[in-house]
């Protein structure tokens, strides 16, 4: 495993991390919870990412039980949690960044993970409605209050990143100093030309999510949706339209052989691609059992295939060139 600096903080994180969203609680319980967390750990993850809306609470309180029953030293890993769709329906617990809910909710989130506090925490997603001063003020004090080491945000536009670094500046406040938005072959857009300033200026870093496509990179949706994979799931009739659009499932076929000449799976071939923009921190992958850990572990063996012939052929099958 190789470490990468979050953006131009001190901070290490391993080239891959794993998170908890849609599998913990929902199809791993606590026991295969320490399952693959272990087998991250042992392939040098220092980074788990988890969310208070994930399965409302319940991914929190199954990664502080697993790590209570793993019992690593707290220096060696780092949590994240995330902030902002609420747990409770009233009008300031919800779909927001304002300062008591933000105060309250890192609270829940700590009782939850039963952890003193979390290393990284995100605005999950913009307010539009909250000042944006008060939102980094509240973020400042969450870290003053030693319950976060650093903030970042989510799935922000760079305009909104940039004005609260620009916030935190003027006002002496801890800034954020991460971004974590999705990337995949597929969705690319939030390193678009305009958060250059953000990445490049500002040494912003990069958690980056959904890297296989929620499996649809794997090429297990090529021959229909498998009965015990997320895309079978109640409740996320969503994706499992994204998981069988026929226009993807091409690409991803196309893909097979490129992935096949560098002699790596599909899945190693798509996370192994996300690590080649230097911009991008750690990968944040997911798992819903063991061999699947084990098998994306391995992705780091292919980080310097992608030779210029290996991007064009990509380039190709994307229509890009
Ligand atoms: N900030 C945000 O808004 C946001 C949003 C989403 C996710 N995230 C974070 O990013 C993390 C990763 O996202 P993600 O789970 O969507 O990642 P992903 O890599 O796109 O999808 C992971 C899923 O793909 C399947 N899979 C993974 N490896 C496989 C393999 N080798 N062979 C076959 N199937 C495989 C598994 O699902 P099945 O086995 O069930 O099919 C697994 O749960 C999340 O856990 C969360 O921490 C953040």
New binding site residues.
Partial sequence: MKYRHLGKSGIQVSELSF?????FHT?AGIDSTVGMMGAAYDAGINFF???ESYAGGKSEEVMGAALKKLGWRRGSYLVST?LYWGLHESPNEQNTLNRKYLLEAIDGSLRRLDLDYVDLL?C?RADPSTPIEETVWAMHDIIERGKALYWGT??WEAADILSAIEVAERHHLHKPVVE?P?Y?LFQRHRFAPEYERVYDDCGYGSTT???????L??G?YNDGV?S????ALEGLEWLRKELTNTERLAKVASLKPVADQMGA?L?QFSLAWCLQNPRVSTV??????VQ?VH??MKALEFVDSFTPEVMREIDRVFGLV
């Fill in positions: 998170g908890s969203w849609v599998t199809q990412d988890n969310a995330k995100y999950h989510s799935e974590q999705v995949n999510w959904s890297p296989l496509a929620s499996g990179l794997t297990k498998p015990d994979s997320r895309g799976t899945a944040i992958t997911g798992a819903s059992r699947q098998e994306n």
